[in-house]
């Protein structure tokens, strides 16, 4: 069986507050939606995905879709979450596929795990969502606040996402509930007559709704959360010229680094050691020196790859660390602005951000004026 999914992540986040969509909030250094578009993505079992999104956030999106690495088709979403699933229905009516799992963006932390499950179970059921066992007493109210009765909680039970349906399956549900807006999607089927099964849900992948829900997952993610570094060295020949691009900024000393790209020695020591901290080699193999479209290119966009690789990784900067080693040009004048740039680049605030400059005493090939050299340490959080 062949199963697409779909990410509804039209709504507004109105509860969660933070002053953007909770979707495009980052936690611990990776958006909620990448979060979660990812967690699906990287099961096998799942062939197409569907996003679907809201006019107002097309900027959002661009900003995100480094971090979303796979192509991906994308809707505009509707007002209610209901209208949000049709759409997205639509949009995989003719990704082939037989079988769907609807995922609200909100609940970025669900399990291979739990993706196995409900496929598994769409073996013998049209339809399938996971159910967590409620603990709480119960009971219902009236308008006032009085309790009316207190209810069985044995009989009930609390649902999520991602929930599992035959195609055509929802899209029938969908089509007789149109116009209308339910809480989710196994209500629809209900609504339409249809049978519902359940599997076991997970308490780590609950709903990102209220602010303390954001404090409760960056809390568990920095509990496990690991410290890594990477180092970076690169050695630029020097030569006279009008320019010099050294840590994202230009210098004109009269002097310029050679090299295929800008051969700015900083920035790709800080590559280099962004990489290190990603586990994913060295610049040369992800920027060839003998492909032609990195001629003269500006080396910004080296350590953004870079950085994007390292938050696939789980990974998120936190502090870096440069030293430029030459006789000629001196730093001094330049450093603030290599700091301000740097920050700005890798997203951290001035003071996670040092620049040093030391000469070797007119010893070795920067000692001569040949060349100049760059070291960079960088260290990441991985969660
Ligand atoms: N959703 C959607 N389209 C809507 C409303 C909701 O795609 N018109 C999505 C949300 O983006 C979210 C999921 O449905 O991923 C679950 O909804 P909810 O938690 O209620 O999110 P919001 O509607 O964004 O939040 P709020 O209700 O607090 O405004
Ligand atoms: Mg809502």
């Given at each position: 069986?062949?199963?697409?999914?779909?990410?509804?992540?039209?709504?507004?986040?109105?509860?969660?507050?933070?002053?953007?969509?909770k979707?495009?909030?980052?936690?611990a250094?990776?958006?909620?939606?990448?979060?979660s578009y990812?967690?699906?993505?990287?099961?096998?079992?799942?062939?197409?995905?569907?996003?679907?999104?809201?006019?107002?956030?097309t900027?959002?999106?661009?900003?995100?879709d480094?971090?979303?690495?796979?192509v991906?088709?994308?809707?505009?979403?509707?007002?209610t979450?209901?209208d949000?699933?049709?759409?997205g229905?639509?949009?995989?009516?003719?990704?082939?596929?037989?079988?769907?799992?609807?995922?609200?963006?909100?609940?970025?932390f669900?399990?291979?795990a739990l993706?196995?499950?409900?496929?598994?179970?769409?073996?013998?059921?049209?339809?399938v969502?996971?159910?967590?066992?409620?603990?709480d007493a119960?009971?219902r109210?009236?308008?006032?606040?009085?309790?009316?009765?207190a209810?069985?909680?044995?009989?009930?039970?609390?649902?999520?996402?991602?929930?599992?349906?035959?195609?055509?399956?929802?899209?029938?549900?969908?089509d007789?509930?149109?116009?209308?807006?339910?809480?989710?999607?196994?209500?629809?089927?209900?609504?339409?007559?249809?049978?519902?099964?359940?599997?076991?849900g997970?308490?780590?992948?609950?709903?990102?709704?209220?602010?303390?829900?954001?404090?409760?997952?960056?809390?568990?993610?920095?509990?496990?959360?690991?410290?890594?570094?990477?180092?970076?060295?690169?050695v630029?020949?020097?030569?006279?010229?009008?320019?010099?691009?050294?840590?994202?900024?230009?210098?004109h000393?009269?002097?310029?680094?050679?090299?295929?790209?800008?051969?700015?020695?900083?920035?790709?020591?800080?590559t280099?050691?962004v990489?290190?901290?990603?586990?994913?080699?060295d610049?040369?193999?992800?920027?060839?020196?003998?492909?032609?479209?990195?001629?003269?290119?500006a080396?910004?966009?080296f350590?953004?790859?870079?950085?994007?690789?390292?938050?696939?990784?789980?990974?998120?900067?936190?502090?870096?660390?440069?030293?430029?080693?030459?006789?000629?040009?001196?730093?001094?004048?330049?450093?603030?602005?290599?700091?301000?740039?740097?920050?700005?680049?890798?997203e951290?605030?001035?003071?996670?951000?040092?620049?040093?400059?030391?000469?070797t005493?007119?010893?070795?090939?920067?000692g001569?004026?040949?060349?100049?050299?760059?070291?960079a340490?960088?260290?990441?959080?991985m969660t």
């Amino acid at each position: 069986m062949k199963i697409g999914a779909i990410i509804v992540a039209a709504g507004r986040g109105e509860r969660a507050g933070g002053g953007i969509p909770k979707q495009f909030r980052k936690l611990a250094g990776r958006s909620v939606l990448a979060r979660s578009y990812q967690a699906l993505a990287a099961h096998p079992a799942l062939t197409a995905i569907v996003l679907v999104t809201h006019p107002h956030d097309t900027a959002r999106l661009d900003a995100v879709d480094e971090e979303l690495g796979l192509v991906t088709r994308r809707v505009v979403g509707g007002a209610t979450r209901s209208d949000s699933v049709r759409a997205g229905l639509a949009a995989l009516s003719d990704a082939g596929v037989d079988a769907v799992m609807i995922h609200d963006a909100a609940r970025p932390f669900l399990s291979h795990a739990l993706i196995d499950r409900l496929a598994d179970a769409l073996a013998t059921h049209s339809a399938v969502i996971p159910v967590m066992p409620v603990t709480d007493a119960l009971m219902r109210l009236d308008a006032s606040g009085e309790i009316l009765e207190a209810v069985d909680r044995e009989t009930l039970g609390a649902a999520q996402t991602p929930q599992a349906f035959h195609l055509d399956t929802i899209c029938q549900a969908h089509d007789q509930a149109a116009g209308q807006a339910f809480a989710d999607d196994a209500a629809v089927i209900r609504a339409a007559g249809g049978t519902v099964f359940s599997v076991p849900g997970e308490s780590g992948n609950y709903k990102l709704t209220r602010p303390e829900d954001f404090q409760r997952a960056e809390a568990e993610l920095m509990s496990t959360a690991i410290t890594v570094t990477g180092q970076g060295f690169d050695v630029h020949r020097l030569e006279p010229a009008d320019t010099m691009w050294l840590c994202g900024v230009a210098l004109h000393e009269g002097l310029g680094l050679v090299g295929h790209s800008d051969a700015d020695a900083g920035l790709h020591a800080v590559t280099d050691a962004v990489l290190g901290c990603a586990g994913a080699g060295d610049i040369g193999q992800h920027f060839p020196p003998s492909d032609p479209q990195w001629r003269g290119a500006a080396s910004d966009k080296f350590l953004l790859h870079a950085l994007d690789l390292l938050a696939k990784a789980g990974g998120e900067a936190v502090h870096v660390d440069v030293t430029l080693i030459c006789e000629r040009p001196k730093v001094g004048q330049y450093r603030a602005a290599m700091q301000a740039r740097l920050a700005e680049l890798m997203e951290l605030p001035m003071a996670r951000v040092n620049i040093k400059a030391t000469t070797t005493e007119k010893l070795g090939f920067t000692g001569r004026g040949e060349g100049l050299a760059a070291q960079a340490i960088v260290t990441a959080r991985m969660t």
